[in-house]
Structure formats: structure tokens, C-alpha cells
């Protein structure tokens, strides 16, 4: 089986493009006043967030591919390169990022990576840049192991995986309202995603695609953007801070921080590094689902609406 198969960079090849855009974006919000709004001290946290995403994959990505290419060697499968091949990849790796993304929210260790995506009460296009520094940590690399196994090449499916991120960036912006119903219903687009970063309790752990949407409805986890309660974005307790590294490592401080409390059980230490973000041994806490549930107490008028049924 070949190993030296490569792909170009398509991340690195949409950076004029992402420039482009985020002026694009920037001027149209200054003319028309509407369609979002930039905080200047918040966007250069993103764009410094997104430089140094790259600079730690550059020095950890070695990692990922040791561990890509020592399953190609073990495989006795190779699917070849046709486009087919590769339009099947993108799509079952599509289909790892929903959950890798859903593991991401529902799994706090791996929330404390992906918790500074989150982290902008603003929502544009410099949003899509505040990427984790710390995912190889995360160890969620194994859930791209299936690919490899089926035998897809490690650099097609990380080449695949570059399209996905790259297809992502232009979904966070409000300069955009809906698409044609027959995209919206297939595709992930601003609207679904404008959801997901919402901190309302209806958008809580929801719509976690990255292109196409119809995975959150084949799993049940898809909530469409209502126009009557319009995403508050950010995180349900707001850091507060512009500091790029509280934004990358305040989570893994705090998982630190209640694993090391004193007086707990090995059980309750181990929860709060693997069960979902607001847990506590104590119940002092609220989880998404009780953030639901108390909204429903004060607002029963909303129970069997979007997002609460």
C-alpha cells in the first residue's frame, strides 16, 4: 500500500479567502448596520486563537499522523484514490465530525478544547477562527481510526477533513439569514449553526454538524433557529476575558481544580473530568438538561416547542 500519497492544504489555500471575506463581511455590517456586529479587542482574540490552532498543529500534528499511518500499516484494506473514493470519505467523515462534535459538548474533557470555540458573545466570521490549541489532548483522534481501518488513505481523510473546516468557516455570520428550504434541509448552513452557538436553553446541545445537517435529525439533536428567540451567544457562565490563553486552557484549569477537591470518591473525580460540562458531586451545578428544565417551570408555554421536546 502507498505511503506517500499527498493532498494540498486546503485550510492554508482558503486563508486569502477568509480574509477576503471577514472585510466583506466587516464593510456590509458598517453600511447597513445590521447583519451582526465586530468588537475589536473580541475578534483579535479569535484571530490570535486561530494562529496559534495552527501553530499547535504544527508541533503536535506529528502525533495524529504517527498513529494514522500505523493503522494503514495493520490494514489490509485500500480503497484507491478515485473521486468516488474520496467523495465516500468526505462523507463518512463528515459523519465523525457530528460526532466527535457531539462527544465535544457532552464530554467535559473534551469540551475543555472545544469550549473557546464557544467562548465569543459575538457571532462573525472572525468566530469560526477561535479554535482549540489543546485538541490533541482530547485523544478524540481514534474516532478517525474506522477510516483508516476501511482503508482511506491518512492523508485523504485528513485532506477531507480540511474541506469540512473550510466548509464550516462561512456559516458564522448573521449577514445571512436562510437559504433556499430545500439547502436548509440538507446542509448545514448559518441558521443551524447560528443555533448551535446559542446559550438560550432551547439551542443547548444541538445541531452539531458540519456540513450536512441531516445527521442531527437522523440523531435526533436538530433545532432550528427560531426568529421569536433569537441565539444569545456565548457560553451559559461567560468567562469574561480577552486573554487568549484563560480563553484556551480556562477549562482544563477548572477540570484540575474539581478533580483535586478534597473528600471525593475516585467515581466523582473521575466524573468531573468525563461526564457533561455541569456536572458536580453535589448537585450545585445545572447541566443543560436542568438549565432546560428550570426555563420550563418559569416558561410551560414553551414546553413541545423547538428544542423542548
Given at each position: 500500500?502507498?505511503d506517500?500519497?499527498?493532498?494540498p492544504?486546503?485550510?492554508q489555500?482558503?486563508?486569502?479567502?477568509?480574509?477576503?471575506a471577514?472585510?466583506?463581511?466587516?464593510?456590509?455590517i458598517?453600511i447597513?448596520?445590521?447583519?451582526?456586529?465586530?468588537?475589536?479587542?473580541?475578534a483579535?482574540t479569535?484571530?490570535?486563537?486561530g494562529a496559534?490552532?495552527v501553530?499547535s498543529?504544527?508541533a503536535?500534528?506529528?502525533?495524529?499522523?504517527?498513529?494514522f499511518?500505523?493503522?494503514?500499516?495493520i490494514?489490509?484494506l485500500?480503497?484507491?484514490t478515485?473521486?468516488?473514493?474520496?467523495?465516500?470519505c468526505?462523507?463518512?467523515?463528515?459523519l465523525?465530525y457530528?460526532?466527535?462534535?457531539?462527544?465535544?459538548?457532552?464530554?467535559?474533557w473534551?469540551?475543555?478544547?472545544?469550549?473557546?470555540?464557544?467562548?465569543?458573545?459575538?457571532?462573525?466570521l472572525?468566530?469560526?477562527?477561535?479554535?482549540?490549541?489543546t485538541?490533541t489532548f482530547?485523544?478524540?483522534?481514534v474516532?478517525?481510526?474506522p477510516?483508516?481501518?476501511?482503508?482511506?488513505h491518512?492523508?485523504?481523510v485528513?485532506f477531507?477533513?480540511?474541506?469540512n473546516l473550510?466548509?464550516?468557516?462561512?456559516?458564522?455570520?448573521?449577514?445571512?439569514?436562510?437559504?433556499?428550504r430545500?439547502?436548509?434541509?440538507?446542509?448545514?448552513?448559518?441558521?443551524h449553526?447560528?443555533?448551535?452557538?446559542?446559550r438560550?436553553p432551547?439551542?443547548?446541545?444541538?445541531n452539531?454538524a458540519?456540513?450536512f445537517?441531516?445527521w442531527d435529525?437522523v440523531?435526533?439533536?436538530?433545532?432550528?433557529e427560531?426568529?421569536?428567540?433569537?441565539?444569545?451567544y456565548?457560553?451559559?457562565h461567560?468567562?469574561?476575558?480577552?486573554?487568549?490563553?484563560?480563553v484556551?486552557?480556562?477549562?482544563?484549569?477548572?477540570?484540575?481544580?474539581?478533580m483535586?477537591?478534597?473528600?471525593?470518591?475516585?467515581?466523582?473525580?473521575?466524573?468531573?473530568?468525563?461526564?457533561?460540562p455541569?456536572?458536580?458531586h453535589d448537585g450545585?451545578?445545572?447541566?443543560?438538561?436542568?438549565?432546560?428544565?428550570?426555563?420550563?417551570?418559569?416558561h410551560?408555554?414553551?414546553?413541545?416547542?423547538?428544542g423542548?421536546?
Amino acid at each position: 500500500m502507498p505511503d506517500t500519497i499527498s493532498y494540498p492544504d486546503v485550510t492554508q489555500w482558503a486563508v486569502p479567502f477568509f480574509i477576503a471575506a471577514i472585510l466583506a463581511e466587516f464593510l456590509w455590517i458598517a453600511i447597513k448596520r445590521r447583519g451582526g456586529r465586530y468588537e475589536t479587542r473580541d475578534a483579535v482574540t479569535s484571530l490570535v486563537m486561530g494562529a496559534g490552532s495552527v501553530v499547535s498543529g504544527i508541533a503536535l500534528g506529528f502525533i495524529a499522523w504517527a498513529f494514522f499511518m500505523l493503522l494503514w500499516q495493520i490494514t489490509p484494506l485500500d480503497l484507491g484514490t478515485s473521486v468516488w473514493v474520496i467523495a465516500l470519505c468526505f462523507i463518512l467523515d463528515d459523519l465523525r465530525y457530528y460526532w466527535v462534535h457531539r462527544f465535544g459538548h457532552r464530554v467535559r474533557w473534551v469540551w475543555a478544547s472545544h469550549v473557546n470555540h464557544h467562548s465569543s458573545q459575538h457571532y462573525n466570521l472572525t468566530t469560526a477562527l477561535r479554535q482549540t490549541w489543546t485538541g490533541t489532548f482530547t485523544f478524540m483522534m481514534v474516532v478517525r481510526a474506522p477510516l483508516v481501518l476501511l482503508g482511506f488513505h491518512p492523508a485523504m481523510v485528513l485532506f477531507v477533513g480540511g474541506i469540512n473546516l473550510v466548509y464550516q468557516f462561512w456559516i458564522h455570520t448573521e449577514a445571512i439569514g436562510r437559504m433556499p428550504r430545500w439547502f436548509e434541509a440538507v446542509m448545514n448552513t448559518p441558521s443551524h449553526h447560528r443555533a448551535h452557538h446559542g446559550r438560550n436553553p432551547r439551542y443547548l446541545d444541538c445541531n452539531y454538524a458540519g456540513v450536512f445537517i441531516v445527521w442531527d435529525k437522523v440523531f435526533g439533536t436538530f433545532v432550528p433557529e427560531q426568529d421569536h428567540d433569537r441565539p444569545d451567544y456565548g457560553l451559559v457562565h461567560n468567562i469574561g476575558t480577552f486573554n487568549p490563553l484563560r480563553v484556551a486552557f480556562h477549562e482544563w484549569v477548572s477540570i484540575f481544580k474539581d478533580m483535586t477537591q478534597p473528600g471525593l470518591t475516585p467515581r466523582q473525580r473521575l466524573l468531573y473530568a468525563v461526564a457533561p460540562p455541569g456536572y458536580s458531586h453535589d448537585g450545585s451545578r445545572d447541566s443543560s438538561e436542568t438549565i432546560r428544565a428550570k426555563h420550563l417551570q418559569r416558561h410551560p408555554e414553551d414546553i413541545g416547542s423547538a428544542g423542548f421536546d
